[in-house]
């Protein structure tokens, strides 16, 4: 059994180790993406202080973001602060779902960074072929759009197939073995295969519980089957597949207009700040038809992704018509926000994206430290022979 389970994990490593690689190193990009773009987008994100100052109209600040696009495109959201020390961002997106090249996948998408004070653009950044925006989306589809998806949906489940079979093997026989799978074995007469053997063993054993957790995160954002699974088992069985959490709001965007007054947007971003007033960061998602909401949600700072609050309002009136709290929510809906925390290791703040960071560099090198493995055992693996009988042995008759 545990030679068929050796030659399934060699298999499985050998069909997704190119993929693990790249999504191992695109991860540790990502981990620490909302701390390194303010450093190298500092002009386009931060403004100069304005207490003293009134921000304009947000219809207005919107019509300057509309009017620096060459054409209409549909806006997703807008993003704002309360700290009067940030631009505003207007996300402007349209994609082909069904593409299978990145090239095609986005047919446009741009960010438009509007200083809120005076109604300057800032910048209008060209989003599909921004650096960060080229590492996620090679980390989520390999550039390959609906079949690069595909592709790190197959591996992410190959992956935990290893994880499990990975730590079958690792598992000691006895206690003498167990002292040896819990430390790397670096004396000096040992060879570099040895010390490689046991880099493959030790790292693999000391990060599967976060790897583990960090690639079904990431495929429950992939795989609707799998995020389903997983807020059943959470609820207890009581999850029967409907969404009312705070995660509703998700568009792909959108060209409806309305015919609304133009200070509802205002109206609806006073009565968020009013009903949370310690909210640091506010992103808004416009009506996507004539019948649905404008949502506002709410964030406490910049280390977390998910909501402390989802605000709706009559897209005509600025009627709050709910107001719900990531806190009173039932856990399996908190599940949806919370993903992508647990996969980047924002979770647990700072220290949470270091270890994630650590653990997708592990990742990453487990397939390069496994074919090393195989590839020794293959050189070293001994030859059969036939023998050959002696001369003497052969009766020629005629």
Excluded at 174 to 189: E, G, V
Aim: proline share 4%; glycine share 6%.
């Amino acid at each position: 059994m545990r030679k068929l389970i050796g030659l399934l994990h060699l298999w499985l490593g050998m069909a997704s180790g190119l993929v693990i690689i790249i999504l191992g190193i695109t991860g540790c990009l990502y981990s620490f993406i909302d701390e390194i773009r303010p450093l190298i987008y500092h002009e386009r994100i931060f403004i100069e202080p304005a207490q003293q100052q009134k921000m304009l109209p947000l219809q207005d600040i919107r019509n300057a973001a509309d009017g620096s696009l060459e054409r209409k495109i549909p806006l997703l959201d807008v993003e704002l602060y309360a700290d009067h020390q940030h631009t505003m961002i207007f996300r402007y997106r349209e994609r082909n779902n069904e593409a299978n090249i990145y090239t095609n996948y986005f047919i446009s998408y741009f960010k438009v960074y509007v200083n809120p004070y005076t109604g300057k653009v800032v910048k209008v950044e060209n989003s599909k072929w921004e650096f960060f925006n080229l590492v996620v989306m090679m980390h989520c589809s390999l550039l390959l759009g609906n079949l690069g998806t595909q592709i790190i949906s197959y591996s992410t489940i190959i992956f935990l197939i290893m994880l499990i079979s990975g730590l079958i093997l690792w598992w000691p026989k006895n206690k003498a073995a167990a002292r040896k799978r819990f430390r790397f074995t670096w004396k000096k007469q040992n060879s570099w295969k040895r010390k490689n053997y046991d880099l493959h063993q030790v790292l693999g054993f000391y990060i599967f519980i976060i790897a583990f957790f960090i690639a079904l995160t990431g495929l429950a954002m992939l795989l609707p089957t799998v995020d389903k699974a997983i807020k059943y088992v959470v609820s207890g069985g009581k999850y029967k597949g409907e969404q009312t959490g705070a995660h509703d709001h998700h568009a792909v965007g959108n060209n409806y207009t309305g015919h609304n007054p133009t200070d509802v947007l205002d109206r609806a971003l006073e009565k968020t700040m009013a009903e949370d007033p310690d909210a640091y960061q506010f992103k808004i998602y416009p009506a996507k038809n004539s019948s649905s909401p404008l949502r506002i949600k709410t964030f406490k700072n910049t280390s977390s992704h998910h909501a402390e609050r989802l605000f709706s309002f009559n897209q005509e009136t600025a009627a709050l018509i709910s107001n719900k709290a990531f806190a009173t929510l039932p856990n399996e809906d908190k599940l949806y926000d919370l993903y992508y925390d647990i996969h980047v290791g924002s979770l647990l703040s700072f220290p949470g994206k270091i270890l994630a960071f650590l653990v997708s560099l592990i990742t990453a090198s487990l397939p390069i430290s496994g074919f090393l493995i195989w590839k020794a055992r293959r050189k070293n693996k001994p030859v059969k022979t036939t023998a050959i009988a002696d001369d003497k042995s052969f009766i020629l008759t005629s």
